[in-house]
C-alpha cells in the first residue's frame, strides 16, 4: 500500500508565496489521489503490490498494459508531489551555496541564467505538467514534462523540481503562472536539492 507522505512543515510554513489554503488542497486532495487511484491501479497484483513506487516507474514498460497509463500517471503524480514537498522549506535564503551552486554556476553561466531558463521551461509547459533539473549521467540539464510523467522513468535523476499544474498556483495566483514561479523560488530548499545531486 502506498502511503501519503507528510509534509514536512506546516500547511501555512510557506506563505505568504505558496499559501495554507493551495497546500492542504494540493497535499490533502491532489495528492491523496494519486495515491488512491494508484492503489486501487494495483490491487489484487501481488508482484506490482510489492514494488516500490521507483521499481514501478523506472520500467513502466514491463508493466501489464492495463495497468501502465494508470501507474504512469498516478504512480507518477505520487512520486512527483513526494519529491516536491521536500524540495521547499520555510526560511530559505532563496540562493544555493556550496556543491550545488558551483555545478549550477558551471553549467549555466549564473544562478541567475539558470533561474531565468528553469522559468522558460516552466512558463512554455503547455497545459499541466512539470520543470526539472535533472542529472543526466552526470550533466544538469532543464526539461519539462507533460502531465504527471516523471523523469525517473527515462532513467533520468531528478534534482529539482517544480508543479506548474494549475492546481499548484490557481487560488492564489489564478492564470499569473510566472508570478508563481517568481515567488518559489524563495521556499526551495536548497539543502535538499544538494542532497539529491549527491
Ligand atoms: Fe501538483
Redesign the pocket.
Known sequence: MHKLPNLPYDFGALEPYIDEQTMRL?HGK?HQAYVDKLNSAIDGKADLEEKSIEELLKDLGSLPEDVRTAVKNNGGGHYN?SMFWQMMSPLQTGKPDGKIANAIGSTFGSFETFQEKFAVAAVGRFGSGWAWLIDNNGQLEITSTANQDSPISSGQKVILGL?V?E??YYLKYQNRRPEYIENWWKVVNWDEVQKRMQ
Do not use: G, L, S, V
Request: proline share 0%; glycine share 0%.
Open positions: 494540493h491532489h508531489h508543479d499544474w492546481h499548484a
